[in-house]
């Protein structure tokens, strides 16, 4: 193996150098998402527009389907992890491999991506700053060819810290030890919007929104020294107690866990059924404004 990566992220100057070498495997992880008018999600795998184009010799990544579970109600629950080690055996990732996953557009995919492989035992993968727009900006070239995987066996080991289920939220919610953080906006959180079934957050909450890891202009994610100043500020960076970060589908939640992680808090539980699940079961609490409670 050549140079190891500057995990957990890399630029599109770093990509382009090393491209091509053995056991480097790049993924677009893209998913596309819509909330229309009416507030119903419209989600579709984002294949057609990996087909259409994307980094040379890097494979897709379906978090819809292939590393999905198949049996959740909510989308882009995590697999479990015998379907996901196939499906990322399946594209090369394994032994020897070295990963670096991006997206097409919104770039909490590929942190998505990012923590589902931690979550499985593999840490060999960094997430490409800026995703395709960076990498098109820096002149990095893209094709519509197919690209062909090498497969490799997955022998990674499920870390049952990074993931957390409705259970284990709802029996935390007095538990002083655990940071629980909502990284929707604002508005979302203080239950002004009717996006989910219930508006409002999970008690006890604060509120760290996810939009505020990334340079408006440019998609990147901003400098680390300033987001850890951000995060300390916010509390999230607190020694001795653990963060579990939530969103809607638990996906822009991964991308404030890659940023505790740059800060040096790499056991950032993130609740995977986020809001989706919570507010599908009235029995569970819901509470609105700008208080935790």
Known sequence: MTDALPTPLVDPEWLAEHLGEPGLVVIDATSHLSVPDDGRFAIESGAATYRAEHIPGALFADLL??????????????????????AAGALGIGEGARVVVYSQHWPFWATRFWWQLRLEGFDHVAVLDGGLPAWKA???????????????????????????????VAAALDD???????????????????????????????????????????????????????????????????????????????????????????????????????????????????APR
């Open 65 to 86: 389907a292939d590393f999905a579970d198949p049996a959740s109600d909510a989308p882009w629950t995590a697999a479990d992890h015998d379907r996901f080690a196939a």
């Open 176 to 290: 002083e030890d655990t940071i629980l953080v909502n990284v929707l906006g604002e508005e979302d959180h203080r239950g002004e919007t009717a996006t989910y079934a219930r508006p409002g957050h999970i008690p006890g909450s604060s509120n760290f929104p996810a939009a505020r890891l990334l340079d408006p202009e440019t998609g990147r994610l901003r400098p680390a020294a300033e987001l850890r100043s951000e995060l300390a500020a916010a509390g999230l960076l607190d020694a001795g107690r653990t963060v579990v970060t939530y969103r809607g589908a638990g996906i822009a939640a991964t991308g404030v866990a890659l940023a505790l992680a740059q800060a040096g808090a790499d056991e950032v539980g993130v609740y995977d059924g986020s809001l989706i699940a919570w507010t599908a079961d009235p029995d569970l609490p819901m509470a609105t404004g700008t």
């Open 138 to 168: 820096a002149g990095g070239a893209v094709t519509g060819a197919p690209s062909v995987p090498e497969p490799r066996v997955f022998t990674g080991v499920r870390r049952p810290g990074l993931v957390r289920s409705t259970e284990q």
